[in-house]
């Protein structure tokens, strides 16, 4: 089993010019204190896993501090050390350069998955989509937080409900129950149920087809007899395709026409004005003296004879492109005209068409052409579309087929394994409840790690706490033997709860010394005791004895030189 190692951790808080680094051992950790002050016991634990992304609950006075934190740990001896300021996290591994991020989900959470190989994978809410869950899902099941875990347990972390009904599969994954494998097949499904959602948006669009034809383009009741219909299709078929595609044509070639045709007016127009400003001008200059002071801007011309001739040749040039302009218009409205005939003529031999289909006797409703091409236009769009239809059906239930067969192929493959971790949850649990003994617990209720709600509910209040307590060392048992991830520290906040009596405590403690796998590391915060003598024999005490004090300011010049450039 690989093991994850908390190994030093650093608090620094540059507002309050303080800081803290403690140091752990590879087995117990004892975070004590002698009275029920806040001393910071829950701060620091709760900073171990603030630093990798998850969301404990401070108090506001600690929150004001603005710390950042650097924790150093080894998976499998292999070191690497993790640091966060705010959103921004830092991660080096072997003692390589760090790499930075900001935020938790995406490639942050992958790189921590992959540290601890968790490969549970969480669907996104109203998104047919799996991604990697931040880090506090893995580190979920190995913290218990002293105010809410005792009583409910998977509730040690704020932020976790960006997920609808995680807790199944997150549970049974910890537990061993479901691997990669099933996650994998997790990930084909939801493959299939956005292809799903892809088809069933074209299905929907081409009932909208259908329906618009039919609303638009209702079908026609008439007989027509054989020989009729091969008429009218050969008319389909030809003429009126022609006629229609001829018609397109003409018109397109028309418009194109009377706007050359508007265009050639238009520059008439600025011709026939400038001759008649250029008349203006020459008969002005004639009216007045050798200068004339321009009226707009001020300035003095002179008025020789030379200019005033320059005057009547712009006037010549003016009225050559005017004369110019007037035959091509003449040219352009002959052929629009010509061109508005051949138009006509195309829509007259359409209408003849019309008029050859049409029937108005006392049986029949009056049926023109028109209506049949729009009626058999119309039945051809919506076999078409309904053959298209027909296709994405098909389509649609393949995928659907693929998805339970996904589905069918998880369940198959996850069934032994919930076998065996369900079986030795009833072995483990009943007997820690026997060393704890909470006998007022029913442990017949309690079946495996996913019946965890029903532990808080039975028995009195210290008996429960104890059952919450074996609950929680069931699981981190089933996790060191099933699961394939990483087996974190497990960090039980304060398990002196409700004021156990002296012997129940003794077996409390008795419990985590001897029913935790041994390579495992342990952190305990709590009140000093003669009871956690042994813990104190193999492992690390932190004894903190200012209130509120956690953090000291002649820790702080060494330690803030020694980490400030990973931050800055």
Not at 283 to 311: K, Q, W, Y
Not at 420 to 433: A, R, W
């Amino acid at each position: 089993m690989r093991t994850l190692k908390f190994k030093k951790l650093t608090i620094i808080s540059n507002l309050e010019k303080k800081a803290k680094q403690l140091e752990f051992s590879d087995r117990y950790n004892l975070i004590l204190a002698d009275d029920e002050n806040s001393v910071g016991k829950s701060s620091v634990v709760k900073s171990l896993f603030w630093c990798f992304g998850c969301d404990p609950r401070f108090d506001d006075k600690w929150n004001g501090l603005c710390c950042k934190t650097i924790v150093e740990f080894e998976v499998d001896g292999k070191p690497y050390w993790i640091a966060r300021d705010d959103n921004r996290f830092f991660i080096s591994e072997d003692g390589k350069s760090y790499q930075s991020y900001v935020g938790v989900s995406g490639d942050f959470s992958k790189r921590i998955s992959e540290i601890v190989n968790f490969n549970a994978l969480l669907p996104v809410r109203n998104n047919d989509e799996v991604v990697i869950p931040p880090p506090a899902f893995y580190f979920l099941p190995f913290y218990i937080d002293q105010k809410q875990s005792w009583s409910n347990a998977w509730v040690s972390f704020d932020k976790l409900g960006q997920f609808a009904d995680w807790k199944k599969h997150i549970i049974q994954y910890h537990s061993g129950m479901i691997k990669k494998d099933f996650f994998d097949l997790t990930e084909k499904i939801y493959e299939k149920k956005r292809e799903k959602a892809i088809v069933k948006n074209k299905i929907d669009e081409y009932e909208t087809a259908i329906s618009i034809v039919s609303d638009f383009v209702p079908s026609i009741e008439t007989t027509v007899s054989l020989e009729e219909f091969d008429e009218i299709e050969e008319e389909l078929k030809y003429k009126i395709l022609d006629l229609h595609n001829k018609q397109e044509l003409v018109f397109e070639e028309f418009a194109e026409l009377r706007a050359d045709k508007a265009h050639i007016q238009s520059q008439l127009a600025i011709a026939n004005e400038a001759v008649s400003e250029l008349e203006r001008d020459y008969e002005f200059a004639e009216e007045n003296d050798d200068e004339i002071e321009c009226p707009t801007c001020g300035v003095i011309h002179d008025n020789t004879l030379v200019n005033r001739f320059s005057l009547l040749k712009d006037k010549e040039q003016a009225e050559q492109v005017a004369m110019r302009l007037s035959k091509s218009l003449k040219k352009s409205e002959h052929a629009v005209i010509s061109k508005e005939k051949e138009l006509k003529d195309v829509r007259d031999k359409i209408e003849a068409l019309n008029e050859k289909y049409y029937k108005n006797d006392e049986s029949d409703k009056p049926i023109t052409f028109k209506n049949i091409l729009d009626s058999v236009a119309a039945h051809s769009v919506t076999h078409k579309v309904n053959i298209s239809k027909n296709i994405k059906l098909e389509q649609f239930y393949s995928l659907e087929t693929d998805e339970k067969k996904f589905g069918k192929e998880r369940n198959d493959a996850a069934k032994e394994n919930r076998k065996v971790v369900k079986e030795k949850f009833l072995e483990l649990f009943p007997s820690y409840i026997a060393k704890l003994k909470a006998f007022g617990v029913n442990t017949s209720n309690i079946k495996s790690p996913e019946t965890y709600a029903k532990v808080a509910k039975s028995g009195g209040a210290a008996e429960s706490t104890r059952a919450m307590l074996a609950c929680y060392l069931s699981l981190y048992n089933l996790i060191s033997l099933y699961s394939e991830e990483v087996l974190s520290p497990l960090v039980i906040d304060t398990p002196n709860q409700h004021e156990q009596a002296a012997d129940h405590y003794e077996s409390i403690v008795s419990l985590i010394v001897n029913n935790t796998p041994r390579a495992s590391q342990i952190f305990l915060c709590g009140m000093d005791s003669e009871k956690l003598s042994k813990m104190k024999q193999f492992g690390k005490v932190h004894f903190l004895e200012k209130e509120h004090a956690l953090l000291e300011t002649t820790d702080y010049p060494k330690l803030n030189e020694a980490y400030s450039y990973i931050f800055e």
